[in-house]
């Protein structure tokens, strides 16, 4: 089955982005991202100024999908937490919803064992939010979403993208 | 299956470089890393063996200007030609977007390019895609050697539904902006139409 196509409105965001802002704090992280499956950055907060972001949402899910495989090697579904441990700063990745990546970066401030408590609960507050979001995407009338502005595009719009 | 972002206004879509091993995915890749001007493309990426060869994948973000209020972003991927790596190969072509054959000209890689085509095929339909329904360029590569097979025959072979091709030279750029703007304009008027 087809996924759905990704559709972000503003209100969609910023429950994100309250969500996380609220466990950077919590969790005492250095910084957050959530990552869509297919390698599209969602959301950032907290320290994330000098992070290459679009390259972290590639790899992250590069990585999920690697591990995902080895899971199915294995004879499990999926492995929904990963944990990388570095010198100074370590990554605590989430599977949620089964189609979102949450990354926490955290230092010696924090600790494996508060990140992992509190992202438990901020996992379960983001998975409600993509389930509107997909819930939007396959009813785009009933959500009041309107329609695509991209009905309108014309040949010459994009023909201007490339004139140069 | 492209990301549209109304908070950023951003549409993000997804570009995956298919072919045989040592075809030039990624020499595409870096010629357009090359000729990009710095405020339009990221970091590019690439997971490759001690010997240079694609591991799992190249990943290069590209900027293209603005469409009706909307910044436009590609993310091109390639994927690790030889056959053993099928399945990092799977894993690149969730949520594709468009998707550009390039074929090795050389005539001894014939049969290289053909189990590759049908592996394309194989793994969309896996990801539940149809080949015919996503925006499929392909590209002739190497035209520039002496042993190319004729443009004809490759046309035979690999492209009897007659979608869009081009002929190239990766090495020195001929033919590597046309295939990526071909297969962007195929992305986005896909958008157009799903925007209904």
Known sequence: MMDTQLVMYDEDYRKILAVIQRLVRDANAKGIFVVDKNGQLIAEAGEVRGIDTTSLASLTAGSIAATGGLAKIIGEEDFPVHFHQGQRDNLHITLVAGRMILVVIFDDRS?????????????????????????????PESAGAGASPFAEITDDDIDNLFSD | MSFINYSSREINCKIVYYGPGLCGKTTNLQYIYNKTNPDLKGKMISLATETERTLFFDFLPLALGQIRGFKTRFHLYTVPGQVFYDASRKLILKGVDGVVFVADSQIERMEANLESMDNLKINLQEQGYELEKVPFIIQYNKRDLPNA???????????????????????????????LKATAKGVLTDLKKLGR
């Open chain 1, 111 to 139: 600790s494996l064992g508060l990140v992992r408590l509190r992202v438990k609960k901020a996992g379960a507050e983001l998975a409600r939010i993509f389930e509107e979001i997909q819930k939007k995407a396959e009813n």
């Open chain 2, 149 to 179: 097979a004729p443009l004809e025959e490759m046309r035979r072979s690999l492209n009897p539904g007659g979608v869009e091709d081009y002929e190239a030279c990766a090495t020195v750029g001929k033919g590597v902006f046309e295939t």
